[in-house]
């Protein structure tokens, strides 16, 4: 994320971009915000580890907006930041990139788990279980981050926590063990959430050919898919740096556009089909935001104090 050295740009189009960036993660924030609102609004979803999980992405989305662009604006506004605030930053950004691939995974072995073990769903799925669930993604998340930490402390001075560099992956982690590291723990998260995935598609689809009511099979077998979908949404981060190279050489005058509307492609606006795609398909949780965010016209009827 942001690995590559940005380009300096005219006044006018940094102010530009940065104003399309703010706007852009305040909307998706704001329906986001929307969604957990609605699902703090009604206890039932509170019950229901589907929900749990769902509510749990668009979070962790919404955290990571925030942190992607404030790591944009500082690139602008303070193109060199302290070590130690911006592997802050870094660390935060990676860990909840890290989180939504397994949360995509633990969606679909819940809708495995209901589909093809419906009667030990209850006793499987339950809200503690998740929220343990929850934990251990932020767990495993947060791994590779505390031993690039552990690198860095065994390779740099203490007066390098206390210099300042552009704040990029590449410049707070600048050591060959950080890089092969970052590679090795994305490839062996990417490969297990993709077994997952095609392991549970294909069990939901075999059940939904020999259910006689295939209305929920194929309702999780679509949910599934999409899951998929997602996925290698997440995972044009991981060629964004190769488009680059690749696209850079063929218009090199717009440079700085091409890394800007790769960064937009890849990290933005990928967080705005989390909402898309599952709160708006989910027929309970669209009903619950429609009642609670209609306008309605509260009448307050004063009644006059007697003397």
């Given at each position: 994320m942001n690995s590559t050295v940005r380009i300096v740009d005219s006044y006018e189009e940094a102010l530009a971009k940065n104003i399309v960036i703010?706007?852009?993660?305040?909307?998706?924030?704001?329906?986001?915000?929307?969604?957990?609102?609605?699902?703090?609004s009604n206890t039932m979803f509170s019950r229901d580890s589907r929900y749990i999980l769902y509510i749990?992405?668009?979070?962790?989305?919404?955290?990571?907006?925030?942190?992607?662009?404030?790591?944009?604006?500082?690139?602008?506004?303070?193109?060199?930041?302290n070590v130690s605030w911006c592997c802050?930053?870094?660390?935060?950004?990676?860990?909840?990139?890290?989180?939504?691939?397994?949360?995509?995974?633990?969606?679909?072995?819940?809708?495995?788990?209901?589909i093809c073990k419906p009667l030990h769903h209850s006793q499987i799925c339950t809200p503690q279980r998740t929220y343990i669930f929850i934990c251990l993604l932020w767990v495993l998340g947060a791994i590779h981050c505390l031993a690039d930490i552990i690198i860095l402390l065994l390779t740099q001075p203490i007066s390098?926590?206390?210099?300042?560099?552009?704040?990029?992956?590449?410049?707070?982690?600048?050591?060959?063990?950080?890089?092969?590291?970052?590679t090795a723990s994305q490839v062996i998260y990417m490969a297990l959430v993709w077994i997952i995935l095609i392991y549970t598609y294909c069990r939901v689809l075999f059940t939904a050919r020999k259910a006689v009511s295939k209305g929920s099979a194929n309702k999780a077998r679509s949910t599934i898919l999409l899951h998929g979908v997602q996925l290698l949404l997440c995972m044009l981060s991981y060629i964004a740096p190769f488009t680059y190279i690749?696209?850079?050489?063929?218009?090199p005058q717009h440079r700085a556009n091409?890394?800007?509307?790769?960064?937009?492609?890849t990290i933005i606006m990928?967080?705005?089909?989390?909402?898309?795609?599952?709160?708006?398909?989910?027929?309970?949780?669209?009903?619950?935001?429609?009642e609670y965010?209609?306008?309605?016209?509260?009448?307050?009827?004063i009644v006059p104090s007697k003397l």
């Open positions: 703010v706007c852009l993660g305040f909307i998706i924030n704001f329906i986001n915000g929307m969604l957990v609102v609605t699902f703090f749990h992405l668009v979070i962790n989305d919404m955290l990571m907006i925030c942190v992607t662009v404030i790591l944009y604006v500082l690139s602008y506004a303070s193109p060199l930041v802050i930053l870094v660390v935060l950004s990676s860990t909840t990139f890290m989180i939504t691939p397994l949360n995509l995974a633990g969606m679909a072995i819940e809708r495995f788990i209901a390098f926590f206390r210099s300042f560099v552009p704040c990029y992956p590449i410049y707070v982690f600048p050591s060959k063990a950080h890089q092969e590291h970052t690749i696209i850079t050489p063929v218009f091409i890394g800007f509307c790769i960064y937009l492609l990928p967080r705005l089909l989390s909402p898309l795609i599952y709160g708006i398909r989910d027929q309970k949780f669209m009903k619950q935001m429609k965010f209609t306008c309605k016209v509260i009448i307050v009827k």
